[in-house]
T-cell receptor, first 113, second 116 residues
Framework: KQEVTQIPAALSVPEGENLVLNCSFTDSAIYNLQWFRQDPGKGLTSLLLIQSSQREQTSGRLNASLDKSSGRSTLYIAASQPGDSATYLCAASFTGGGNKLTFGTGTQLKVEL | GAVVSQHPSWVICKSGTSVKIECRSLDFQATTMFWYRQFPKQSLMLMATSNEGSKATYEQGVEKDKFLINHASLTLSTLTVTSAHPEDSSFYIC????????????FGPGTRLTVL
Protein backbone atom coordinates (compact mmCIF):
# COMPACT_ATOMS: atom_id res chain seq x y z
CA LYS A 1 0.00 0.00 0.00
CA GLN A 2 1.34 3.42 -0.96
CA GLU A 3 1.55 5.64 2.08
CA VAL A 4 2.68 9.20 2.67
CA THR A 5 3.57 10.40 6.15
CA GLN A 6 4.66 13.74 7.54
CA ILE A 7 6.71 14.59 10.58
CA PRO A 8 6.22 16.48 12.79
CA ALA A 9 2.44 16.69 13.09
CA ALA A 10 2.74 20.16 14.59
CA LEU A 11 5.50 22.72 14.83
CA SER A 12 5.78 26.08 16.55
CA VAL A 13 8.68 28.41 15.76
CA PRO A 14 9.54 32.06 16.44
CA GLU A 15 9.34 34.51 13.58
CA GLY A 16 12.43 34.69 11.41
CA GLU A 17 13.51 31.11 11.95
CA ASN A 18 14.34 28.82 9.05
CA LEU A 19 12.50 25.51 9.21
CA VAL A 20 12.18 22.16 7.49
CA LEU A 21 9.06 20.05 7.07
CA ASN A 22 9.47 16.38 6.27
CA CYS A 23 7.49 14.06 4.03
CA SER A 24 8.19 10.38 3.43
CA PHE A 25 6.62 7.93 1.00
CA THR A 26 6.77 4.17 0.79
CA ASP A 27 6.87 3.64 -2.98
CA SER A 28 9.94 4.76 -4.90
CA ALA A 29 7.98 4.65 -8.19
CA ILE A 30 6.90 8.20 -7.66
CA TYR A 31 5.59 10.28 -10.58
CA ASN A 32 5.54 13.65 -8.88
CA LEU A 33 5.29 15.21 -5.45
CA GLN A 34 3.46 18.36 -4.47
CA TRP A 35 3.46 20.56 -1.43
CA PHE A 36 0.27 22.38 -0.50
CA ARG A 37 -0.77 24.90 2.08
CA GLN A 38 -4.16 24.77 3.74
CA ASP A 39 -5.56 27.52 5.95
CA PRO A 40 -8.26 26.56 8.51
CA GLY A 41 -11.55 25.74 6.81
CA LYS A 42 -10.16 26.53 3.38
CA GLY A 43 -9.11 24.64 0.29
CA LEU A 44 -5.60 23.89 -0.89
CA THR A 45 -3.02 26.25 -2.31
CA SER A 46 -0.36 24.55 -4.40
CA LEU A 47 3.13 25.68 -3.40
CA LEU A 48 5.59 23.56 -5.34
CA LEU A 49 5.49 20.55 -7.64
CA ILE A 50 8.52 18.33 -8.18
CA GLN A 51 8.62 15.90 -11.05
CA SER A 52 10.29 12.54 -10.49
CA SER A 53 13.16 13.62 -12.76
CA GLN A 54 13.84 16.70 -10.64
CA ARG A 55 15.62 17.03 -7.32
CA GLU A 56 14.28 20.34 -6.13
CA GLN A 57 12.08 23.32 -6.88
CA THR A 58 12.23 26.83 -5.48
CA SER A 59 9.67 29.59 -5.16
CA GLY A 60 10.55 32.66 -3.15
CA ARG A 61 11.33 31.63 0.42
CA LEU A 62 10.29 28.05 -0.26
CA ASN A 63 12.49 25.23 -1.45
CA ALA A 64 11.32 21.65 -1.88
CA SER A 65 13.59 18.70 -2.47
CA LEU A 66 12.92 15.15 -3.60
CA ASP A 67 15.05 12.08 -2.90
CA LYS A 68 13.42 9.06 -4.49
CA SER A 69 16.00 6.57 -3.26
CA SER A 70 15.33 7.39 0.38
CA GLY A 71 11.63 8.04 -0.14
CA ARG A 72 11.76 11.55 1.25
CA SER A 73 10.88 15.11 0.41
CA THR A 74 11.53 18.21 2.45
CA LEU A 75 10.00 21.66 2.35
CA TYR A 76 12.37 24.37 3.52
CA ILE A 77 10.89 27.70 4.58
CA ALA A 78 13.36 30.52 5.02
CA ALA A 79 12.87 33.47 7.36
CA SER A 80 9.46 32.32 8.55
CA GLN A 81 6.68 34.88 9.06
CA PRO A 82 3.41 34.75 11.05
CA GLY A 83 1.59 34.65 7.73
CA ASP A 84 3.21 31.28 7.04
CA SER A 85 1.10 29.75 9.82
CA ALA A 86 -1.04 27.05 8.22
CA THR A 87 -1.18 23.31 7.67
CA TYR A 88 1.27 22.04 5.07
CA LEU A 89 0.41 18.91 3.14
CA CYS A 90 2.56 16.86 0.83
CA ALA A 91 0.98 14.61 -1.76
CA ALA A 92 2.48 12.09 -4.12
CA SER A 93 1.31 10.50 -7.32
CA PHE A 94 2.83 7.20 -8.32
CA THR A 95 3.64 5.60 -11.65
CA GLY A 96 0.68 3.61 -12.89
CA GLY A 97 -1.66 5.37 -10.48
CA GLY A 98 -3.37 7.54 -13.04
CA ASN A 99 -2.33 10.81 -11.37
CA LYS A 100 -4.21 9.97 -8.17
CA LEU A 101 -2.72 11.88 -5.26
CA THR A 102 -1.98 10.25 -1.93
CA PHE A 103 -1.84 12.87 0.77
CA GLY A 104 0.27 12.96 3.87
CA THR A 105 -1.13 13.61 7.30
CA GLY A 106 0.00 17.23 7.33
CA THR A 107 2.16 19.44 9.52
CA GLN A 108 0.42 22.24 11.38
CA LEU A 109 2.82 25.17 11.51
CA LYS A 110 2.56 28.14 13.84
CA VAL A 111 4.97 31.03 13.50
CA GLU A 112 4.90 33.21 16.57
CA LEU A 113 5.77 36.88 16.89
CA GLY B 1 -3.94 30.78 -13.80
CA ALA B 2 -6.19 27.73 -13.65
CA VAL B 3 -9.18 28.23 -11.37
CA VAL B 4 -11.55 25.64 -9.96
CA SER B 5 -14.74 26.62 -8.19
CA GLN B 6 -17.10 24.69 -5.96
CA HIS B 7 -20.72 25.37 -5.13
CA PRO B 8 -22.00 25.64 -2.53
CA SER B 9 -19.19 26.59 -0.18
CA TRP B 10 -21.19 25.25 2.74
CA VAL B 11 -24.47 23.44 3.20
CA ILE B 12 -26.52 22.26 6.16
CA CYS B 13 -29.15 19.61 5.57
CA LYS B 14 -31.39 17.25 7.45
CA SER B 15 -30.60 13.57 7.76
CA GLY B 16 -32.06 11.57 4.89
CA THR B 17 -31.92 14.32 2.28
CA SER B 18 -29.64 14.45 -0.75
CA VAL B 19 -27.09 17.16 -1.42
CA LYS B 20 -25.43 18.05 -4.72
CA ILE B 21 -22.00 19.68 -4.87
CA GLU B 22 -20.69 21.19 -8.11
CA CYS B 23 -17.08 21.42 -9.21
CA ARG B 24 -16.22 23.62 -12.17
CA SER B 25 -12.99 24.36 -13.99
CA LEU B 26 -13.41 28.00 -14.98
CA ASP B 27 -10.72 28.60 -17.57
CA PHE B 28 -9.65 25.18 -18.78
CA GLN B 29 -11.15 21.88 -19.82
CA ALA B 30 -10.69 18.90 -17.55
CA THR B 31 -11.32 15.37 -18.75
CA THR B 32 -10.48 14.15 -15.26
CA MET B 33 -11.61 15.50 -11.94
CA PHE B 34 -11.10 14.07 -8.47
CA TRP B 35 -13.26 14.16 -5.34
CA TYR B 36 -11.68 14.13 -1.88
CA ARG B 37 -13.10 14.08 1.63
CA GLN B 38 -11.43 15.58 4.66
CA PHE B 39 -12.57 14.91 8.21
CA PRO B 40 -11.56 17.33 10.99
CA LYS B 41 -7.88 17.23 11.86
CA GLN B 42 -7.26 14.64 9.15
CA SER B 43 -5.76 14.67 5.69
CA LEU B 44 -7.54 14.42 2.36
CA MET B 45 -8.75 11.01 1.28
CA LEU B 46 -9.49 10.34 -2.38
CA MET B 47 -13.07 9.19 -2.89
CA ALA B 48 -13.31 8.80 -6.63
CA THR B 49 -11.93 9.76 -10.02
CA SER B 50 -14.45 11.43 -12.29
CA ASN B 51 -13.99 10.99 -16.04
CA GLU B 52 -15.91 13.01 -18.59
CA GLY B 53 -18.22 10.80 -20.60
CA SER B 54 -17.71 7.67 -18.56
CA LYS B 55 -18.43 6.21 -15.14
CA ALA B 56 -16.48 7.35 -12.15
CA THR B 57 -13.88 5.12 -10.55
CA TYR B 58 -14.39 4.77 -6.81
CA GLU B 59 -11.76 4.06 -4.20
CA GLN B 60 -12.07 1.01 -2.00
CA GLY B 61 -14.62 1.50 0.74
CA VAL B 62 -16.50 4.34 -0.96
CA GLU B 63 -20.12 3.47 -1.78
CA LYS B 64 -20.87 4.40 -5.37
CA ASP B 65 -24.63 4.34 -4.79
CA LYS B 66 -24.31 6.79 -1.93
CA PHE B 67 -21.88 9.19 -3.57
CA LEU B 68 -23.14 9.70 -7.10
CA ILE B 69 -20.70 11.37 -9.47
CA ASN B 70 -21.63 12.82 -12.84
CA HIS B 71 -19.01 14.40 -15.10
CA ALA B 72 -21.48 16.07 -17.44
CA SER B 73 -19.05 18.22 -19.42
CA LEU B 74 -15.38 19.05 -19.69
CA THR B 75 -15.81 21.80 -17.10
CA LEU B 76 -18.33 20.36 -14.65
CA SER B 77 -18.42 17.41 -12.28
CA THR B 78 -21.07 16.93 -9.59
CA LEU B 79 -21.05 14.88 -6.42
CA THR B 80 -24.42 13.98 -4.93
CA VAL B 81 -24.50 12.67 -1.40
CA THR B 82 -27.69 10.62 -1.28
CA SER B 83 -29.65 10.01 1.92
CA ALA B 84 -27.09 11.93 3.91
CA HIS B 85 -26.44 11.03 7.54
CA PRO B 86 -24.48 12.86 10.25
CA GLU B 87 -21.43 10.67 9.63
CA ASP B 88 -21.29 12.12 6.10
CA SER B 89 -20.58 15.54 7.56
CA SER B 90 -17.18 16.50 6.20
CA PHE B 91 -15.23 18.88 4.01
CA TYR B 92 -15.48 17.83 0.37
CA ILE B 93 -12.81 19.09 -2.04
CA CYS B 94 -12.57 18.56 -5.77
CA UNK B 95 -9.64 18.95 -8.11
CA UNK B 96 -9.41 19.20 -11.87
CA UNK B 97 -6.54 17.92 -13.93
CA UNK B 98 -5.25 20.52 -16.35
CA UNK B 99 -4.00 19.37 -19.74
CA UNK B 100 -0.27 19.55 -20.16
CA UNK B 101 2.99 17.70 -19.55
CA UNK B 102 2.81 17.80 -15.76
CA UNK B 103 -0.84 16.72 -15.25
CA UNK B 104 -1.17 19.34 -12.54
CA UNK B 105 -4.28 19.19 -10.41
CA UNK B 106 -5.95 22.42 -9.39
CA PHE B 107 -8.08 22.32 -6.29
CA GLY B 108 -11.41 23.91 -5.52
CA PRO B 109 -12.04 25.83 -2.28
CA GLY B 110 -14.02 23.00 -0.75
CA THR B 111 -17.60 22.49 0.46
CA ARG B 112 -18.43 22.10 4.13
CA LEU B 113 -21.33 19.65 4.54
CA THR B 114 -23.11 19.42 7.88
CA VAL B 115 -25.86 16.84 8.25
CA LEU B 116 -28.14 17.33 11.23
Amino acid sequence: KQEVTQIPAALSVPEGENLVLNCSFTDSAIYNLQWFRQDPGKGLTSLLLIQSSQREQTSGRLNASLDKSSGRSTLYIAASQPGDSATYLCAASFTGGGNKLTFGTGTQLKVEL
Amino acid sequence: GAVVSQHPSWVICKSGTSVKIECRSLDFQATTMFWYRQFPKQSLMLMATSNEGSKATYEQGVEKDKFLINHASLTLSTLTVTSAHPEDSSFYICSAEAPGPTDTQYFGPGTRLTVL
